[in-house]
């Protein structure tokens, strides 16, 4: 089974500062899709990047970006310009691309300081 | 366009009771997946249904179960309750299988008491 791993359970950064937030994953599947998802306290989960592992070229959005390295297993996120709203619970997932089903980590608390 | 409906938003039962839940996912898709996420044991799938057939199961007990309808929407009931059933229950919706969108509601808190 895959099995994801956030190895931080809190980080905290400094407003307009930029952090970067862990993941490894295990698979021996060769193609899948990997994302980040932000839960703030209100619990919806938003989709925040997705990477599709065939693809070499790192996923950006706006101040989110990834460092994917796909023989590592390793998927990092990296906020630049922290903002506020930027603190939540991050979770790194998992799914392959023949099914539905997520393997999520056990997420990563950030606090952003203002 | 809509996004993942999910209700009631908040849900307070006693043990031994059953319960329903509801989801609608967004117009068009025809894939449902339910979680459940405790401070414990964090997000768990519960089970999957495309075109009105569970595709995929995780490990929880018989007492979970779900259906679709016709219309894509999705129902989980859980029976007998227990304590540690309190949870969040998420939803999320995606157009088919594998596919590379999939969006989340804002979940059930459910409490059981």
């Known amino acids: 089974a895959q099995t994801v791993t956030q190895s931080q359970p809190e980080m905290s950064v400094q407003e307009a500062e930029t952090v970067t937030l862990s993941c490894t994953y295990d698979?021996?599947?060769?193609?899948?899709?990997l994302f980040w998802y932000k839960q703030p306290p209100s619990r919806q989960m938003i989709l925040v990047i997705r990477?599709?592992?065939?693809?070499?070229q790192n996923a950006t959005e706006n101040r989110f970006s990834v460092n994917f390295q796909k023989a590592a297993k390793s998927f990092s996120l990296k906020i630049s310009d922290s903002q506020l709203g930027d603190a939540a619970m991050y979770f790194c997932?998992?799914?392959?691309?023949?099914?539905?089903?997520?393997?999520f980590g056990t997420g990563t608390s950030l606090t952003v300081i203002p | 366009k809509a996004g993942v409906t999910q209700t009631p938003r908040y849900l307070i039962k006693t043990r031994g009771q059953q319960v329903t839940l509801s989801c609608s996912p967004i117009?068009?898709?025809?894939?449902v997946s339910w979680y459940q996420q405790t401070p414990g044991q964090g997000l768990q799938f519960l089970f999957e249904?495309?075109?009105?057939?569970?595709?995929n199961k995780g490990n929880f007990p018989g007492r979970f179960s779900g259906r679709q309808f016709s219309n894509s929407r999705s129902e989980m009931n859980v029976s007998t309750l227990e304590l540690g059933d309190s949870a969040l229950y998420l939803c999320?919706?995606?157009?088919?299988?594998?596919?590379?969108?999939?969006?989340f509601g804002p979940g059930t808190r459910l409490t059981v008491t």
């Open positions: 249904y495309f075109s009105e057939t569970q595709r």
């Open positions: 997932a998992y799914r392959s691309v023949t099914g539905n089903q997520f393997y």
């Open positions: 999320a919706s995606s157009l088919a299988r594998g596919s590379y969108e999939q969006y």
């Open positions: 990477q599709e592992a065939y693809k070499q």
């Open positions: 117009s068009g898709h025809r894939s």
């Open positions: 698979t021996s599947e060769s193609d899948y899709y």
